[in-house]
């Protein structure tokens, strides 16, 4: 991973960002997008792809990425927001906006996926780049335990949803609650116009 973002540092592209998100494929709460940005080349080990981490080693790495990092911000977009633009325009905005809060400026953001938001620094999107960078790892990680976090705490107002243990994503329990029930004002109702046959056909994790 450092040797990848090295190839940036090398070509003058000391304050490296990385952006990613977590909360793609949720029924329910927000997408929560991190920007973190390292000016060196740093060590910290057991950084990877979040999601090839356990919850205790992403709970680990947490502070120790918030510490060590030049500069970290992270977003979070509301459900209705999902709604409004889309979970893709969502997220991208969500990591815009991370950049944006940064208290020191980028000369380079490496971003997950194939897709890049407006910006005047340069940025490069990175195809599965939160098991390439190190710095999208960071940046993987700071989202993802930020949104579990959140997650966790709506599940104590909303604890029929299973949410402390499926965070919200399309799981048998969560889908039969939402039958059972309905949906909460944490749904993304936009996400919910074929859970109906899901049910039927099984289509759930």
Not at 38 to 55: H, P, Q, R, Y
Not at 183 to 192: A, C, N
Request: proline content about 4%; some cysteine; hydrophobic content about 40%.
């Amino acid at each position: 991973m450092l040797t990848f973002d090295s190839k940036y540092r090398e070509k003058g592209f000391v304050n490296l960002c990385g952006c990613d998100e977590a909360g793609r494929g949720p029924l329910a709460g927000p997408v929560v997008a991190a920007a973190v940005l390292f000016s060196a080349n740093k060590n910290i080990v057991g950084v990877n792809d979040s999601k090839k981490l356990t919850e205790k080693m992403r709970e680990k790495l947490f502070p120790e990425i918030k510490e060590q990092a030049d500069a970290y911000a992270y977003k979070v977009i509301s459900p209705n927001r999902i709604d409004e633009i889309n979970i893709l325009q969502a997220s991208l905005e969500g990591m815009r906006l991370s950049v944006n809060e940064l208290n020191i400026l980028p000369n380079m953001i490496l971003i997950d996926g194939n897709k890049t938001f407006h910006s005047t620094i340069q940025r490069e999107a990175i195809v599965k780049g939160d098991s390439k960078s190190f710095v999208i790892a960071c940046a993987s990680i700071i989202a993802k335990v930020t949104r579990d976090n959140i997650m966790m705490e709506l599940a104590k107002e909303h604890p029929a949803y299973g949410w402390d243990h499926n965070k919200g994503y399309p799981t048998k329990d969560h889908i039969r609650a939402v039958l059972k029930y309905g949906p909460t004002k944490y749904h993304r109702k936009s996400f919910l116009k074929n859970i109906t046959k899901w049910e039927q056909d099984g289509l759930y994790k």
